[in-house]
């Protein structure tokens, strides 16, 4: 893990070299120092919202290391600027997107794997366990908690500090989408081989993107859509064999109709369909 870390860096420092060469807005990661060190301690007030953006935003000092890790010759590297951001859009999705994964965790601990067969099912979720992969690293844990929803930008122009943000919010927003429609809505791979098939694959992919972002519109960004589809899942339609046929009733759930309540979508009726037997007169 330290090593990982430790390449990390080297990586971070030396792609920071080479774009220090042109002008650039970017992100850096924030689990690595010196960026999560001063993300955690970062006190965002009222002087540092952007109102038009509906998010905090300050600049903040960076000592930066650019002649290698492990050196102690800091300089600051040309006009090279680090903003720090705190979105509560941002933090609610980052902390639901971390408890949903220490959930998927937790099942997979305790489905009584051990081994490489626990490694192996965890995948890219062990990161959030301990080194053996049975126990969680709740310091880890807590501290990207406390990161949700704060990230940093690193830029060498002269943009006002709101500029800045507003051109990487843009770029966030794409980078969302297609998260979202990599994860979310699959769209790979593709099980198509003939080009309409694969166009029209997409085409409902890009579809469901834009319902997925009314969606989340409609219940003013308070939560994502894997939390949304999670919640109208709770309603279900549930067939019952009667003596004149087949009676479908639904299920309740407080969480599905407060979500169709915000989108104005009429609740169902107890019964959704039935099937009656017609009487035989022969």
């Known amino acids: 893990m330290k090593c990982a870390l430790f390449l990390l860096r080297i990586i971070l420092t030396f792609s920071l070299k080479l774009l220090d060469r042109n002008r650039y807005i970017t992100a850096v990661y924030r689990l690595a120092q010196p960026y999560r060190g001063i993300l955690m301690n970062s006190s965002f007030t009222e002087e540092h919202y ?167 519109k409609a219940v003013n960004d308070e939560m994502t859509v894997s939390v949304i589809s999670d919640m109208l899942s709770e309603l279900k339609a549930i067939p019952v064999k009667t003596g004149d046929g087949i009676i479908t009733l639904r299920s309740e759930s407080d969480n599905a109709r407060k979500i169709l309540d915000q989108m104005k979508i009429p609740y169902p009726g107890r019964i959704v369909d039935s099937i009656l037997t017609l009487p035989n007169n022969n």
């Open 50 to 216: 952007l109102k038009e953006l509906d998010i905090y935003a300050m600049e903040v000092d960076v000592k930066w290391n650019t002649d290698g890790m492990g050196r102690n010759e800091i300089k600051r590297a040309g006009n090279r600027r680090a903003i720090a951001v705190y979105s509560k859009e941002r933090e609610k999705e980052d902390i639901s997107d971390i408890e949903e994964k220490v959930s998927t965790v937790r099942d997979i601990i305790a489905s009584g794997r051990k081994g490489m067969d626990l490694i192996n099912a965890l995948g890219k979720l062990k990161a959030y366990t301990k080194s053996s992969g049975t126990e969680l690293n709740t310091k880890k844990i807590d501290d990207m908690k406390k990161l949700a929803g704060r990230f940093t930008i690193v830029t060498d122009t002269d943009l006002p500090v709101a500029d800045i943000v507003k051109r990487y919010k843009d770029l966030w927003k794409i980078e969302r989408s297609f998260r979202t429609i990599k994860s979310f809505l699959e769209i790979r791979p593709v099980f198509h081989r003939r080009e309409e098939r694969i166009k029209a694959h997409v085409f409902v992919c890009v579809l469901s993107l834009l319902i997925s972002r009314l969606f989340e």
